[in-house]
C-alpha cells in the first residue's frame, strides 16, 4: 500500500506508518485534507491535471503542518530516494547560510580568499571582487555559464573563466558557482556539504541515508546530485516555512530564512524567464522567488519544493518532465484557491475518491516520436 496516503487526523502515527509503508524514522503528522481547510475534490482536480504530465513520480502537500495529500506513480515509491537535480541547490545554500551562523564564514568574503592555490596568476578585477553572496545570487559577473565536464568541477576551471561583468549586477544561472559554494563550506569547516550538513540539517529533521554525489576533489557537487525521498523534500520546505525553527528548536537563524528566500536580484532578463512567469520573480540566495508571494528551490525535469507562506502550505513534486510552468499553473489554479482559513466539514466520500485516483497512479508511456 506503498501509494496511500490519506488518513483521518486522530490515526495514531506508528499505525499511520504501518499502513502507508512510510520510510521516514519521524514522518511528518498526518490528516484529512478537510480537516485543514480544503476539499478532496479540489486536490482531486489538482490530481487529474497533473496525471496528464508526461511524467510525475510523486507529490506531497503539507498544510498547517499535516500532509493532507501524498502519491507515487508506480514504479516510483515512498522509500525510493530521487534525483533533485538542481533542487539541491537550496540544500547547499543552507550549508553555507549554518557555516555563516557558525562564524566561519561571511556574506562579503572574497571567493579567493578561500583558494589561493588555486588562483590564476593575474586575476582581474572582477574575479577579485567577487564574494560569496554573488555566487548565493547567481551574480558572478560571468557572460556564459561555465559547463561542467564529467561531473567533475575544479575550482581552479571556475577561477579560470572570464569575469566580464562586475559581480552582483549581472544575474547568470551557474550551476559552477554552486559547486563553488560547496567547496567553500568544506575548505572552512573541513567537512563536504553533505557531512556538514547530517547533524545539523538531516538528522534533526529525521532525514535518513541522503546521498550526495561529490566531485573528485572531494567537495559534494552541491549545484546538484542530492537524492532524497518525497518526505524530504516537503520536510525541508516545511523548515522553511516555519522560518528556521523544527520541533522548538531554531535549526536556521531566521535572518538566513528571510534573505535566502527574498528578492536579492533581478532575474527577469536571464534565459529562464522563457520557461514562465514563475522564472521571472527574482532570484535570493539559491531559492526561486514565485508568482503569489511564494518561494520555491527547484531542479531539472520537474523536481520542485514550493513554500507557499500566506496559506501555510508547501507542495513536494519529483519527476522527470520538462513542463515546469504547467506543474506551477496547477497548484496555482486548482489548490491555491482552494485553501481556505478554516476546516471544512468531514467528507468521508470525497476521501474515498481521492484515496483511488492516488492509489492508481502509475506512470505514463513515453509519447510516440514524431
Not at 537524492?227 to 536556521?252: M, P, R, V
Not at 531566521?254 to 528566500?261: C, D, G, L, P, S
Not at 508571494?293 to 531542479?299: E, L, P, T
Request: include cysteine; hydrophobic fraction near 40%; proline fraction near 8%.
Amino acid at each position: 500500500m506503498k501509494n496511500l496516503l490519506l488518513l483521518p487526523a486522530l490515526i495514531a502515527t506508528a499505525f499511520l506508518t504501518a499502513l502507508t509503508g512510510s520510510h521516514a524514522a519521524t514522518p511528518l503528522p498526518r490528516s484529512t485534507p478537510e480537516a485543514q481547510g480544503i476539499s478532496s475534490k479540489s486536490i482531486g482536480e489538482f490530481l487529474e491535471t497533473v496525471d496528464k504530465i508526461h511524467t510525475l513520480h510523486s507529490f506531497m502537500i503539507v498544510r498547517h503542518g499535516h500532509v493532507i495529500a501524498e502519491g507515487w506513480w508506480s514504479p516510483e515509491a515512498a522509500d525510493k530516494p530521487h534525483v533533485l537535480w538542481s533542487l539541491s541547490k537550496s540544500f547547499n545554500s543552507t550549508a553555507v547560510g549554518l557555516a555563516i551562523a557558525e562564524g566561519k564564514l561571511s556574506l562579503d568574503d572574497p571567493v579567493l580568499k578561500f583558494f589561493p592555490a588555486d588562483a590564476p596568476a593575474d586575476p582581474s578585477d572582477n574575479l577579485k571582487a567577487m564574494k560569496v553572496r554573488d555566487l548565493l545570487t547567481m551574480t558572478c559577473g560571468h557572460d556564459i555559464e561555465p559547463k561542467i565536464t564529467d561531473h567533475a568541477p575544479t575550482v581552479k576551471q571556475f577561477l579560470v573563466h572570464p569575469v566580464p561583468h562586475p559581480p552582483g549586477t549581472h544575474f547568470k544561472y551557474n550551476t559552477f558557482g554552486s559547486y563553488l559554494l560547496s567547496a567553500i563550506v568544506t575548505k572552512t569547516t573541513g567537512q563536504t556539504t553533505l557531512d556538514f550538513l547530517k547533524p545539523r540539517l538531516f538528522e534533526p529533521l529525521g532525514i535518513e541515508n541522503p546521498k550526495w554525489d561529490a566531485s573528485p576533489e572531494g567537495p559534494s557537487l552541491g549545484g546538484y546530485g542530492l537524492y532524497l525521498c518525497t518526505e524530504d523534500i516537503a520536510k525541508f520546505g516545511q523548515l522553511y516555512l516555519q522560518k528556521g525553527k523544527w520541533n522548538g528548536k531554531q535549526l536556521l537563524p531566521e535572518k538566513w530564512v528571510e534573505q535566502a528566500t527574498s528578492k536579492q536580484v533581478p532575474n527577469d532578463q536571464e534565459g529562464h524567464a522563457g520557461i514562465g512567469i514563475d522564472w521571472q520573480q527574482g532570484y535570493g540566495f539559491q531559492f526561486w522567488r514565485c508568482t503569489h508571494h511564494a518561494f520555491r528551490g527547484d531542479g531539472r525535469a520537474g523536481q520542485l519544493c514550493v513554500v507557499i507562506p500566506e496559506k501555510d502550505a508547501v507542495i513536494a513534486i519529483t519527476a522527470d518532465t520538462n513542463s515546469f510552468q504547467t506543474e506551477m499553473n496547477a497548484i496555482w489554479e486548482q489548490l491555491l484557491p482552494a485553501f481556505g482559513a478554516d476546516a471544512l466539514p468531514a467528507d468521508a466520500a470525497g476521501q474515498e475518491k481521492l484515496k483511488q485516483a492516488v492509489t492508481n497512479l502509475a506512470a505514463h508511456p513515453a509519447p510516440p516520436k514524431k
